[in-house]
Each structure stands twice: as C-alpha cells, then as structure tokens.
C-alpha cells in the first residue's frame, strides 16, 4: 500500500468516526465514556493524527453497529468509484480471462466483471457458489449450463440465474465469447 494511500485511509477514518459521533450528537467526552477510550486519543483519532489499535477499532465499530471495512472507506467510495479503461489488470483461470469493473465492496456487494471465455477452455467441472449471477454477452457464442440444462447464448443476450446451482460457461463455434458477468454474493448469516 502506497503511503498516500495509507493517509488517505487514515484520514477516511477520522472523519468516519467524527460523523458517527455527530450522528449520535456525541460530544468527545460522551464518545469515550461510552466506548473506555481516552477523549485525547479519540480526537487524534478525528483528526488522522494517530493510528487506532485493532482493539480500539473493534470497539468502535461493535458501538456504531458498523463494518470494519465501512471505517476506513472515504465519503465519495461510499458513492461512486470509476474504473478507467486499462486501469485493471486481468487474471485468468481456468480458460477464462476476467477484469474486475468494481472494487467496491460492503455495505455494495455487485462483483461486476468482464470476462472472456477461451473457445479452447478444457475441462467439463461446473461451479456453484451462494448468490446469483447475471450474464450479458458482447460478442460471440455461448453455451451457460445451469444445472441440467444447457443455454444457447449470442450476442445481446442475456442470463439471470442462482449460482448455487451447478454452471459453466463454454464458448461456441471455435471463436472466444466476450461477456459482462455481474455476481451478487449470498447473504453473510454468521
């Protein structure tokens, strides 16, 4: 992680935490007294003049009802995030060739991603996992087994469908079919 990087995640801290206290109309005092913490750490805390210990960030958000991960997102990666062209770098598995569009993550859980399926992709194993996925194909042809039946897909078609159920992706025709696969996560139950 870059140190800007670092600071800036730093500082999504201290103003996450300030607006959670404001949002309770907290003062510093009543912050610490309801979570142990001394008032001057808190306000270094705000300010992004000191780290938080792990403790005293579960702490924290076990208070607020908050995601770790929530506490260190800025105001604007809580609403949009852009993806420039070239941006990504792809990785491939198991013929196919994805680019992830989205890194955001909770409290959004859309996996959205471009991917391109190998006409020479071998093997036959089907995956299943909890959520759902959508698929829509930019060019060429495509076979999307779901379960026990098998979809004849082109471009400008598309699939919705429940990933729990066993799938695979093949391309058709001897040529590579692009797609856009949006995965939505089961629900965390735990």
Known sequence: ????????????????LRALRLGRRWTL???????GL????????????????IAAVLTL????GVSLASMFEGEESRQILIVRRGAVASHEADGLT?????FMSRPLRLQPMRVVVSPGREGV???QHDGEEWIYVLSGD?????????HELEAGDAAHFDARLPHRLAARSGLEAEILLVAVPGQDTS
Do not use: I, N
């Open 1 to 16: 992680m870059t140190t800007d990087l670092f600071q800036e995640q730093l500082a999504s801290f201290g103003v996450r």
């Open 29 to 35: 005092d009543e912050l610490a007294r309801q979570c």
């Open 38 to 53: 001394s008032k001057g750490y808190l306000s270094r805390l705000e300010t992004g003049d000191r780290q938080a210990s």
């Open 61 to 64: 958000t076990r208070l607020f």
């Open 98 to 102: 994805c680019w992830p569009l989205s």
């Open 125 to 127: 194993e089907r995956r």
């Open 142 to 150: 495509l076979t999307l087994s779901v379960g026990e039946q098998a």
